[in-house]
C-alpha cells in the first residue's frame, strides 16, 4: 500500500496528517521537557532527526537480514548507537545546549516516535522510501517543538533565539517556562490541531 503512496506524500504526512507530536502524540516526554527556549527546541528536533533518518535507512536496508524474533533488539543497538553520536556530537560542539537538554539526549533511544517509524515502516519499505518518510516525521517533530518552545520563550522570556523582542514594558511570565507552562502551550496547541482537523474535515 506504501508503494503507491507518493515520495511526496510519504515526506508531507508526518508534517501534519500524522504529526508525531499534534496528532500521534508520541515523543511527548521531551516536547514537554526540553522547550522552555526555541534553541533547546530546535536542538531537540534535529538530534531526533537525525536519529530517526540515519537508523530508518539502516534498518530498510537491512530489513531482509534480520531475523523477525530479534527485529525489536536489534532496532535498539542500531539506534542507540546514532544516540550515541548524536549526544557526542552535542557534548563536542555545543557543551552549553547538551548540558540544558540533560539527559533527554540519551533518552531519545527509547523515543517511541523512532522506534515506531522502524517497526511500522523501515522495515516493511525500501531505504529510499524509509529515508523520506523519517525524514518529514523527523521535520514534523521540529516545527513543533520550535513552535512550542517559541511562544514559551516569548512569553515567559520576551525573548525568540536569545534575541529580546518584548521592551522593558513587558513582564515575564514565568510559568510559561516552566513545566506547567509547558503542558499548557502543547495542549492549546493540540486543540488548535483537532480543531483545523474538524474544520478541514467539515469542508
Given amino acids: 500500500m506504501a508503494k503507491n503512496t507518493s515520495l511526496t ?13 499534534l496528532i500521534s502524540l508520541l515523543g511527548l516526554c521531551p516536547t514537554l521537557a526540553v522547550t522552555n527556549s526555541a534553541v533547546n527546541g530546535i536542538a531537540m528536533g534535529l538530534a531526533t532527526t537525525f536519529v530517526v533518518v540515519s537508523s530508518s535507512v539502516i534498518i530498510s536496508s537491512l530489513r531482509n537480514l534480520i531475523p523477525h524474533q530479534v527485529r525489536i533488539a536489534s532496532y ?5 548507537t546514532f544516540v550515541t ?7 563536542a560542539f555545543t557543551p552549553e545546549i547538551s548540558k540544558a537538554l540533560g539527559p533527554y539526549v540519551p533518552l ?15 522495515s516493511k519499505n525500501t531505504p529510499g522510501r524509509s529515508f523520506i518518510d ?10 513543533v517543538l520550535f513552535v512550542l518552545g517559541g511562544i514559551r520563550e516569548i512569553l515567559g522570556s520576551g525573548s525568540l533565539l536569545n534575541i529580546t523582542l518584548l521592551g522593558d ?11 506547567p507552562g509547558a503542558f499548557l502551550t502543547l495542549g492549546l496547541l493540540i486543540g488548535l490541531a483537532n480543531w483545523i482537523n474538524e474544520r478541514r474535515a467539515e469542508a
Fill in 9 to 21: 506524500r510519504e515526506f508531507t504526512k508526518g508534517l501534519w496528517d500524522e504529526n508525531p507530536v
Fill in 76 to 80: 535498539i543497538v542500531i539506534i542507540a
Fill in 85 to 91: 553520536l548524536a549526544d557526542r556530537f552535542l557534548a
Fill in 108 to 122: 531519545i533511544v527509547v523515543n517511541c516516535l523512532i522506534l515506531g517509524r522502524q517497526e511500522a515502516f523501515s
Fill in 134 to 143: 523519517a525524514l518529514g516525521m523527523g521535520t514534523g517533530f521540529l516545527l
Fill in 169 to 179: 514594558w513587558f513582564s515575564p511570565w514565568m510559568v510559561m517556562i516552566l513545566p
